[in-house]
């Protein structure tokens, strides 16, 4: 089967229109040394060979285990509805729509989006979302350099060292200065916070809950970094807004976050779902793709892309961010998984997170050696101390049929006998109270 | 279109309006007439210090977002308020109630950089050809 659709006919005609005799001619200002020689391609074969070596591969994957990892990302149910949804050949695309206002029905479907994420951040204004929570983050903190001119970003530890990281190398060429200050007994350690922030400052970013899975009301810190001239950046986890007091209620400016757990499926390395809410004195920063809803001339309803003067295609290189498109296809499942949930749905999945991790506390409590951290409230993850190398423990309990969680030595150093748990509204009473007892029979 | 004899232009199209060691700073008739409806004006801070041909505002319209540039070196000493609710004032009113700020400026002689209205008229017709 030919994937190319130009016939040889088709190729002969342009290459006559702009006088080359052969396609391989186009290539002659790169120098032979820099061409490559062979691509070390294996041969060509057919569609069921192919699904049989894919199949093959994919086989090797661990599927089964029952799953207390988090540390970030949540395994979740996701109704069919989604899925059934979402497939609808109008939709199935990961693109915005390049003719956008020809497209009323995806952009009424985006406008639904950034409606939801501004209800469940408490803030005003949500962009047609961003590749995943950690570019949505460092967007965020961009934002805070342009805003405030100023150059200094104060991180608090309980960001996930996978955004941090990110924070870092995206900026490694840029002149700023970042702070990290510690978490002390699971949480925000506010005298560390004071003691560097200042009328430099240009923000600060915490996650809530933190890498630790401890939640904590951060109202009191952003008055302080409001104080200073400073904006407060959170990163939050969708589901559990159902029940924690939101990044707007709190006072912050920017809310990012990773909006897998809405409705996306796990999967190594995505595609996921950066979301991004902001204060409306923001919106001018925000980067990325905003879907307004306005009036046509006849006085109907209709939508449009607005704020486009700030996008790379028209502000070229004064644009406020490199971003020119969105994470549509996933951005619109997080919609249909919340619309299917409702606001009730929402705070009652919450709840079963909150309830269902907190009976995991009291089983795991039990095991001899093993001690819970309960200096600070969590949502659906905490933190265990192991009497061994929580390494040699996740190892173990793979082979019982678990992905029992996270070890935390992996981000964190002195960290090596702490194993992160997350425990989603999947887990039924009973897988909870089989992973006790394997543990226990590990250790 | 509207270019007053007493002031002094750019070729990016911003006008000054000299008085004494102030300037009043604003885009010409012709640079709002190209933009079309302003939507959203971005000034600087009281005090900063401001570098001839250097970024000092933003003018935003339905077509795009335009950087404008100081004509002169100096510190800024108030910004026109008014714009940043009522932005269609530089349509109204380019060269009176859309101004976008007035600057102490610091160097006379960077005013020869400038343009006057005549220079200024025959460099706007030929960008029209």
Redesign the interface.
Known sequence: MNYIPHTPEDIRQMLSVIGVQSIDELFKDIPLSLRAKSFNLPEAESEFEVTRLLTKLAAKNATGLVNFVGAGFYDHFIPAAVDALVNRSEFYTAYTPYQPECSQGWLQAIYEYQSIICELTGLDVSNASLYDGGTALFEAMMMALRHTGRKKIILDSGVSLIYRTMLYTYTSNLAIEFVEIPVVHGQSCREELFKYLDDKTAAVIFQNPNFFGAVDDYTDMVERVHKFGALAIASVYPVSLGMLKSPGEMGFDIATGEGQSLGIPLSFGGPYLGFMAVKKELI?QMPGRIVGATVDSDGKRGFVLTLQ??EQH??RD?ATSNICSNEALCALRAAVFVSLLGKPGLSELSEHNYQKAEFAKEELARISGVQIKRSAPTFNEFTVLLPQPADLVVQRMIEKGFACGFPLGRFYKNMDNYLLIAVTEKRTKEEIRSLAHSLEAVL | MNIPKSLLYTKDHEWARIEGKIAYVGITDYAQHALGDITFVQLPKIGEELKQASFCATVESVKAASDVYAPLSGKVLSVNAQLLTNPELINQSAYEKGYLLSMEFSLDAEKTKLMDAVSYQVYVEGLAK
């Open positions: 001018r003067t700030r028209i502000r004064k």
